[in-house]
């Protein structure tokens, strides 16, 4: 059962690079002019492709779901997943409203990104410790990330919008920041050649060092260590010698992660303007040459109107009644309860200064965008480095 | 002071656009290509009154500016108080102070010093909700009312200034047949339109009610922030810790002494590889032990008739029950939860009398370290008395034998141990491998035997009466969100006026399906569809941009 639920996972990943390659052509056949109205043939099997990638994630979430005995929510590999699942869901829903292909050209490959990440955690099946023993658990979490993942595509609009509303002829703050979107994304498939390259090499690097209450401890390095442990001392034979050493308080191990995955990325980065010879979001501006901008922006607003309620039931009602069962308050200041507060918060804000303040377009789409980085920060920086009493993350 | 329009509708002052028939009442108003709709052009009191100090505050509250930076300045707040734990999540066994600055050195003790170490309780946290909360009542009351009234009182046939200037706007000629006309209405009417008709003019409207989700949610905001502030009123809420030894009965606190509580067992389980089966193997092999129950099995009583000082109340069993983690026991609105627990506390020690040369033993005593007698008679002329127990020994700052607390750590006695031969006793200081003889080499002493030792389990008795309050606001919060996310206002209005028919529509959002329906009501009925006027700007400015 372990084993076909895996396999699920992967058809759904090849599907899902399928499916973008093919609404990318089915933007290419209308450019070329062979077929200029609504769904053309690309688009029609593109979305029939996205469609099988979910249901064989579906899949692969139930049979898990049937190994485990547990909603497949529990641990970082396992909700992040789902939350690409989740904004599969979402895409193939706002598809059926407004029928527009370049919106998959632009979510499906987020959401591979999200799965691809989700793979380089511990894919283990884990038990449940006591306190994630309920019901809630998927009732809360399920409901979370699809509110998340419905808001998720107001990104990848603002994301479209911003590719074909931002000048590239002339170099700006607005081009500026754009190219860091891009330059984010990047730096995660950055973090996933790193991680898996050295995992397929099995490079190990065992160092002892001191941690921050004075005690001996050891770490394991799955990449080589460019940062190092407080006092390391490297023991594995053959291995890179640290070029800095943190102290104490910091987790080396984490940050040298973090620089990794940043230099590589920034490493594809220039790769990438080297042979595009322009800036990646220049070099999209041609897919999106035949967008309707008040569409992008209608779809983007609308995602986050269809989202916050599910957001805020799922992140915040659903998660205090199962906070005053399991930790007897329904608030706490946990730091991922006051991250769910401030995602909530942000979109809050969002929606008052569209509806009164009469941010539209791009500045709408800008806000989706930081929206989205709140969403990843909550997601990443909360579970790995803040955690707390969610902190059932892992290493 | 109120304005009559030439429709002979009476208006409040400061109304932008008459409530009935939609003529641009203010001057200003005039010279735009497409109407601001946002409030129906309703007069708002924030928008007509700026004079006494009264009007100043609720025109600064109403602002939907001043409730967005409000906003933000609490999300930024916020963020704040996630850079370093806050200070219920520290360990609470050295001062907050010196945990921080130990922890995180300079920038602890500042974080510290600035207060973000309780942040989510400090006054300006408090108050930046209170300005939301304060916010909320305002914006809503300021446009509520005023767009009640001019929804309620729209009238079918709208001015010609007012339908020109909507965003989706548009002229046709007379339908030449009746049947038209009413495949017109047919069509509306199968997308749920409410239809008006007046003097052949027509106004489709739906989904007003979706104008109120805005207020419907804010009423469910004001709602739970009363809630929460409900804590503060005293019997609301209870929080209170309970530890029960396994085999003790003790009063639960807040419930006046009515029920008492034994607990029968506390058990801790771990996963087991081979019971719980293989899927957890690679997890638990890479975790270690991973805890599956936390487990408290215990017996409810409740008291009977009145307790008279100094005897044992009559208890009667209530039932017994099985408190773990995620499932409380819950009487009479109280809960009680399973939070934290202690293995293997001491509970009793049992000492021999023993002869130190010989090792004669002269008989055994077991001491209950939570309730010790204070004197062990044993046969044949041998006793021992309990002169001083420690149950948590340390010596205190003057190096004299002191007690940390209550509970049996580490305990330590003075026994004086009584024998044939030493009728005026013998005195002997004992504690765990440490035996002291005050008073000179004795003959006796007190020889350590064995330990029995039980599972403490840690309770949090709850009550929390708000509960109901905030259930209601979130309910009513959803509900509002809901009906304002997922439904739209929509509005056609068909003026006739003379050889024409002029057709303008408006919703309050998502404004593509609003296009799209009105293709689909339109078709096999001659008129056109309106136009977009704001995108033809929009598509204008882009291009112009684009070749600029």
Redesign the interface.
Known sequence: MVELSGNLLYVAFIAYLVATAFFGGSIKAKKDGQKVEGKNKWAKLAIIITIIGFVAQVGYFITRWIAAGHAPVSNLFEFTTFFGMCLVGAFIFIYYIYKTPWLGVFTLPVAILIIAYASMFPRDISPLIPALQSDWLHIHVTTAALGQAILAISFAAGIIYLVKAVDQSVSSKRTFWLEMVMYSLVSVVGFILVTSGFSMANYEATFNYIDKEGVEAVYEYQIPAVIGPNEGELITDGRFEPLIETPAIINSKKLNTVIWSLVVGLALYWILRLVLRKRIAASLQPLVKNINLDLVDEISYRSVLIGFPVFTLGALIFAMIWAQIAWTRFWGWDPKEVWALITWLFYAAFLHLRLSKGWHGERSAWLAIIGFFIIMFNLIVVNLVIAGLHSYAGS | MNVKCECGHVNPHGTVLCESCGKVLEEKEKDKKLLDM?YEGSARRSQTYNKTIIDKIWNFFSS??V??WL??I??LA??L??IL??S??IPQTIPAVEHYEN???WFGRLYYELGFHNL?SSWWYLLLIALIGVSLVICSLDRVIPLYRALNNQRVERHEGFLKRQRLYGISDVPQNQEMVTTLIANMKSKRYKIREENGNILAEKNRFARWG?YVNHIGLIIFLIGGMLRFVPGMYVDETLWLREGETKTIPATDGQYYLKNNQFIVEL?DKEK??E??E???D??GG?????QADVTLYKRQGETVAGEQPELEKVRDAEI???E?LKIDGL?L?Q?DYKLNELHKMAFTLQNKETGEEFGEILIDLNNPEKQYDLENGYSVQVKSYFPDFEFNEDGEPATKSRVPNNPAFVFEMTAPDKPEGEVSFVAIQETIEPLGDNKYKMAFKAVETKNVSGL?V?K?ST?WF?GIG?LI??IG??QG??WNHRRIWIRRIGDKVWVAGHTN????GLKREIEVVFEGTGLNVPK?QQ?DE?EGK?KG??HG
């Not at chain 2, 959002?509 to 593509?512: A, E, I």
């Open positions: 946002r939907v500016k409730g967005v906003i933000v609490t999300l916020s963020i108080g996630t734990p806050q219920m999540y922890e995180y050195g989510y805005p996963y719980d089966g899927v957890f690679q997890a638990l890479r975790a991973v805890v599956k129950t936390y773990r983690v995620n409380p809960a939860y939070v949090t709850r929390d509960l905030l979130g919060f959803m969100v809901a996310a997922y959002k998502n404004w593509h977009d995108q929009v882009v941009e684009n």
